[in-house]
């Protein structure tokens, strides 16, 4: 049950590369030297950081080797936007990868939604036969500046952009169709904002598909402790950050 | 210069005056990947109730500047699952002190019994003071009567020290000090969380599922340390200071206005070594003011 290996380090910042004219960035951090599962992440926490934020905040693996760790990441509040602000050479506590990543899949769906798609940057580069993935990423923002580009064109892979109502509808629509056309064929993965979550989770479990969820729930430790940042499921209320934060989606009470 | 980490609390001997506080470590093991349990002063584990516990609906923890709210309503695996499948995992060299919930008098003395029973147990830390709970918890920390009452049918059934830990939510915290004291609590603790909330105004909600919260971290250290000076200089039993510590700093103001031990615990969230690096660094930082031991440090606040 305890983990071994799992050390607090302090990472230097090699580079952080806003896209330009877009709310997102990419953080590059000295490696960790771990194994790693694609949907696990790490908590970061700049030493720059005194009282205020308090709490580290968490990010999905987007990449490790042996060069570096790669957080892809928006701006929404008072964190991300000191992330934006690092300069190379400060420093971040950094503790992960923490949780429980995607199972292995021969074959797999993965449905992205936005910043969901940070972990499957990992996943698909990971995949010993990314022609056997197929992706789908729903996104709000123009394609350019998410890391599509990563994603090699092996995987079966189709953006397609949402910026009204409208457009939402019809997504979920082609959500509903992937996820009954693909149960049974293999296992299907997604990640994204909590309200496409919710879609996904609906159809994965009307088809009955071999479907799995990362959750975002607000987190305070990332080890287990806190019991903040617990999720339903079957066996009651679960800490996002050491069961999760990918669940089966049957066990998950959204 | 060699420095000498030791203290006591009560019948307790701790080879370093840093504990965790409970609900801040989980029951310990979680934090067993980023330094050695070994070092610790003692471990003090997520409050423990007879039966498990579900806690309260999540969103259940908010952060708030240089702090954070939190009602997780103790959730915990129940008195029996923690004996079998905790206890024994922990090392030996550190105590162990469990956080004990109940929601009456009959339960918590039926609870003290068990774990009384339970060798590896260093001492009990008896919970007067959740305001999270609809029952019990602040109810018995707030009515000096009660607490005492509480405090003294524990006392009777148990044999291992009985440490109290106060609620900062009440008018005079010195009178249910004495009140336990009199009642014969062997340690006391303060504080625990300060009642709070947070809301979000473009829902128009409380950022809690259940609306209020107890706040805890850098933000209510100042008001700790005054209510840790203020209960020293009144009781005579020793004191373990809590509230908002998170460097070593932290540790020595307490225990100069008083304190006999700490626990540290929402800095646990910051980094989970905080705990581990404090023990690294105490004894540093004593050389550095030249402290030998913390007989000459503890209550000797000039004023
Ligand atoms: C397992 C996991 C993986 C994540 N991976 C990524 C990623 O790869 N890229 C990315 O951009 N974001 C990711 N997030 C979300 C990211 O953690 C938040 O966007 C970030 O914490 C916001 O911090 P802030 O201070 O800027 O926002 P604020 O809104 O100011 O933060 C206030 C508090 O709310 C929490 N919070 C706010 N939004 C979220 C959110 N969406 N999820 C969880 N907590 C939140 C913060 O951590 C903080 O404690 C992930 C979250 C989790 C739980
Ligand atoms: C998430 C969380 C859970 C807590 N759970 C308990 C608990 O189960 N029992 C208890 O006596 N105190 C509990 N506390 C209170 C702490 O032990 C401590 O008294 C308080 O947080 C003040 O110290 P700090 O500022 O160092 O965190 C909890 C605090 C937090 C933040
Ligand atoms: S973040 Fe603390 S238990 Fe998950």
Same mark, same amino acid.
């Given at each position: !049950?305890?983990?071994?290996?799992?050390?607090?380090?302090?990472?230097?910042?090699?580079?952080?590369?806003?896209?330009?004219?877009?709310?997102?960035?990419?953080?590059?951090?000295?490696?960790?030297?771990?194994?790693?599962?694609?949907?696990?992440?790490?908590?970061?926490?700049?030493?720059?950081?005194?009282?205020?934020?308090?709490?580290?905040?968490?990010?999905?693996?987007?990449?490790?080797?042996?060069?570096?760790?790669?957080?892809?990441?928006?701006?929404?509040?008072?964190?991300?936007?000191?992330?934006?602000?690092?300069?190379?050479?400060?420093?971040?506590?950094?503790?992960?990868?923490?949780?429980?990543?995607?199972?292995?899949?021969?074959?797999?769906?993965?449905?992205?939604?936005?910043?969901?798609?940070?972990?499957?940057?990992?996943?698909?580069?990971?995949?010993?036969?990314?022609?056997?993935?197929?992706?789908?990423?729903?996104?709000?923002?123009?394609?350019?500046?998410?890391?599509?580009?990563?994603?090699?064109?092996?995987?079966?892979?189709?953006?397609?952009?949402?910026?009204?109502?409208?457009?939402?509808?019809?997504?979920?629509?082609?959500?509903?169709?992937?996820?009954?056309?693909?149960?049974?064929?293999?296992?299907?993965?997604?990640?994204?904002?909590?309200?496409?979550?919710?879609?996904?989770?609906?159809?994965?479990?009307?088809?009955?598909?071999?479907?799995?969820?990362?959750?975002?729930?607000?987190?305070?430790?990332?080890?287990? @402790?806190?019991?903040?940042?617990?999720?339903?499921?079957?066996?009651?209320?679960?800490?996002?950050?050491?069961?999760?934060?990918?669940?089966?989606?049957?066990?998950?009470?959204? | 210069?060699?420095?000498?980490?030791?203290?006591?609390?009560? $019948?307790?001997?701790?080879?370093?005056?840093?504990? $965790?506080?409970?609900?801040?470590?989980?029951?310990?093991?979680?934090?067993?990947?980023?330094?050695?349990?070994?070092?610790?002063?003692?471990?003090?584990?997520?409050?423990?109730?007879?039966?498990?516990?579900?806690?309260?609906?999540?969103?259940?923890?908010?952060?708030?500047?240089?702090?954070?709210?939190?009602?997780?309503?103790?959730?915990?695996?129940?008195?029996?699952?923690?004996?079998?499948?905790?206890?024994?995992?922990?090392?030996?060299?550190?105590?162990?002190?469990?956080?004990?919930?109940?929601?009456?008098?009959?339960?918590?003395?039926?609870?003290?019994?068990?774990?009384?029973?339970?060798?590896?147990?260093?001492?009990?830390?008896?919970?007067?003071?959740?305001?999270?709970?609809?029952?019990?918890?602040?109810?018995?920390?707030?009515?000096?009567?009660? @607490?005492?009452?509480?405090?003294?049918?524990?006392?009777?059934?148990?044999?291992?020290?009985? !440490?109290?830990?106060?609620?900062?939510?009440?008018?005079?915290?010195?009178?249910?000090?004495?009140?336990?004291?009199?009642?014969?609590?062997?340690?006391? $603790?303060?504080?625990?969380?300060?009642?709070?909330?947070?809301?979000?105004?473009?829902?128009?909600?409380?950022?809690?599922?259940?609306?209020?919260?107890?706040?805890?971290?850098?933000?209510?250290?100042?008001?700790?340390?005054?209510?840790?000076?203020?209960?020293?200089?009144?009781?005579?039993?020793?004191?373990?200071?809590?509230?908002?510590?998170?460097?070593?700093?932290?540790?020595?103001?307490?225990?100069?206005?008083?304190?006999?031990?700490?626990?540290?615990?929402?800095?646990?969230?910051?980094?989970?070594?905080?705990?581990?690096?404090?023990?690294?660094?105490?004894?540093?930082?004593?050389?550095?003011?030249?402290?030998?031991?913390?007989?000459?440090?503890?209550?000797?606040?000039?004023?």
């Amino acid at each position: !049950m305890i983990q071994e290996g799992l050390l607090c380090k302090e990472l230097e910042v090699l580079e952080v590369r806003p896209i330009p004219g877009s709310p997102v960035a990419h953080l590059f951090l000295e490696p960790l030297n771990l194994p790693f599962t694609p949907g696990q992440f790490v908590m970061l926490r700049p030493k720059l950081w005194e009282y205020d934020p308090l709490w580290p905040r968490p990010f999905s693996i987007c990449d490790l080797n042996s060069e570096y760790l790669q957080i892809f990441f928006q701006v929404v509040g008072k964190g991300t936007n000191l992330l934006l602000a690092l300069r190379p050479g400060d420093k971040v506590t950094c503790w992960g990868p923490l949780g429980q990543g995607f199972p292995v899949a021969d074959r797999a769906l993965l449905l992205c939604g936005g910043m969901g798609i940070a972990p499957f940057i990992a996943l698909c580069k990971q995949h010993p036969h990314p022609e056997r993935l197929k992706l789908l990423f729903g996104h709000r923002l123009p394609l350019e500046v998410y890391p599509w580009q990563d994603i090699s064109d092996k995987v079966e892979k189709r953006a397609s952009r949402q910026e009204s109502e409208e457009e939402l509808l019809l997504f979920e629509e082609e959500l509903r169709e992937s996820i009954w056309q693909y149960a049974g064929k293999g296992k299907i993965f997604a990640c994204g904002p909590h309200p496409f979550l919710k879609v996904v989770h609906k159809y994965l479990v009307e088809s009955k598909a071999q479907g799995y969820l990362s959750l975002e729930n607000r987190m305070a430790c990332g080890v287990g @402790a806190c019991l903040g940042c617990v999720a339903r499921t079957r066996q009651g209320l679960v800490q996002t950050c050491t069961k999760g934060p990918v669940f089966k989606a049957e066990e998950l009470e959204l | 210069m060699s420095v000498d980490l030791r203290v006591n609390l009560s $019948s307790l001997n701790l080879k370093n005056p840093l504990l $965790s506080a409970s609900g801040t470590f989980g029951y310990g093991l979680e934090f067993a990947p980023y330094g050695d349990l070994k070092t610790l002063g003692g471990i003090i584990v997520k409050g423990i109730s007879l039966k498990p516990r579900e806690g309260n609906p999540p969103p259940r923890i908010v952060e708030t500047p240089c702090g954070m709210l939190n009602a997780i309503g103790l959730q915990n695996i129940g008195v029996e699952k923690f004996l079998e499948e905790k206890l024994p995992l922990l090392p030996e060299e550190t105590p162990v002190i469990v956080n004990m919930y109940a929601q009456s008098g009959e339960e918590f003395v039926e609870l003290a019994r068990i774990l009384d029973k339970a060798e590896k147990v260093a001492a009990l830390e008896l919970n007067i003071s959740c305001p999270n709970v609809k029952k019990g918890g602040v109810l018995f920390g707030q009515n000096p009567l009660l @607490a005492a009452e509480l405090t003294r049918a524990v006392k009777k059934v148990v044999s291992k020290p009985v !440490m109290v830990k106060l609620s900062p939510n009440v008018t005079d915290i010195k009178e249910i000090a004495l009140a336990v004291e009199e009642a014969g609590a062997d340690v006391i $603790s303060l504080i625990n969380t300060l009642g709070g909330m947070a809301v979000d105004i473009y829902r128009r909600k409380p950022c809690l599922k259940n609306v209020f919260g107890g706040l805890s971290g850098p933000a209510i250290k100042p008001v700790a340390l005054k209510m840790v000076y203020e209960v020293c200089r009144v009781v005579s039993v020793p004191v373990v200071g809590i509230g908002g510590i998170s460097k070593v700093e932290d540790v020595l103001e307490f225990m100069l206005v008083g304190a006999s031990a700490v626990q540290v615990g929402t800095a646990n969230f910051m980094r989970p070594d905080t705990l581990f690096r404090l023990v690294e660094e105490l004894p540093l930082k004593m050389k550095k003011l030249g402290i030998k031991s913390f007989q000459e440090w503890i209550g000797k606040l000039e004023v």
